[in-house]
């Protein structure tokens, strides 16, 4: 999923004319100057594709470290825990690929004529086609996954953390396995609910990407499909929370209670996990919960029909929302990179290292400063 940029849509509406100090205003000329703005072709995709290679190539290098991983930790718990963590970014890789072409394609039209452009970049809400309709389900589907995915490698930690023995009994790779077609297969469903009537994709403004139809014409089906997708959303972050906390607090008190020395290696590696975890979750939180809340709001107040004069505003939280979920599939890989064992041992070294360094400095300016005193009092007496 790419964040779309605005078309260029100002100008003058209507022209007036002075007689006889009385001002008339020309309707016949506002539809043509409105319809010639409205044709504008959208600006310069170069930052779309930048940011569509950028994620492209972010998740490509986070799966080849994560593919290492898991065949050095292949009969280990933690392959479990790579399995879901490989399925994430392999869907965050999807998702930047295949919307991200579709909506290069919408741009690249536009290097035709204006009307050719105005044609086949900015599409018509009320009349959909089958490339906005695909592209809906796409928006639903990969922003459903990575947090279903998330909430699922969550849960699997928490299992593992608390009851370790439980853990290995229960979770095998071909279960883990099952649960992530079954999580591919539950957002799958979720996606294609407009087809069967409930809820509609229609384009989005500025016309260049189509999402969950919540602005104009907003029914009781669209309402009841925004409402489906925003809380499946929220309640994956919200039990994603609640489990690695309880993770969380688990390895503190496994620290506090200094355990033997043949689990401090297992220990350690639980506690990579869930630091990665819960900057994976953080992320989701921070890229995906203003288009939950955003989606959710316009629909409703579409529906009830109480912010007709606050269209414009509405509109532009929707392109934020969409603006910072694009980024959720440009950050989750830097995530894992950045949060692995040795990445932290390495920060934790540069830091002890300058911890060090200042209490080393600050010892030899007090001592420096005491025998300076000292030396003061010997020539006094």
Known sequence: MLAMQRCNSSGIIGSFALSNHT?????PEVEPLVARNATRPPSNPTAAGLTMTLGILFNVVALIILAKAYHRFRRRSKATFLLFASSLLATDLAGHVIPGALV???YSASTGSTAEAASSVRGDPSNPDMSCLFLGGCMVFFGLCPLFLGCAMAA???????????HTRLV????????????WLLALCVALLPFFNLGAYTYQHPGTWCFIRVMEGTKATDLAFVILFSGLALSSLAVAFVCNTISGITLVRARLKRSCSQRSSARSH???MVVQLVGIMVTSCICWSPLLIFGLISATCSYSNTHFNDRDTYRGLMMTGVRMATCNQILDPWV????RRAILRK??????RQASFKRSMFRSVRWEVSSFQNSEKNNCK
């Open 336 to 339: 894992y990179i950045l949060l």
């Open 104 to 106: 290069l394609r919408r």
């Open 156 to 166: 699997e930690r928490c299992l593992g953390v608390t009851k370790p023995l439980l």
């Open 23 to 27: 001002i008339m205003v020309q309707t």
């Open 172 to 183: 095998t790779t071909a279960r883990s396995k099952m649960v992530i077609t079954l999580i």
């Open 347 to 352: 920060i934790y070294r540069i830091t002890k």
């Open 270 to 272: 639980d506690t990579e």
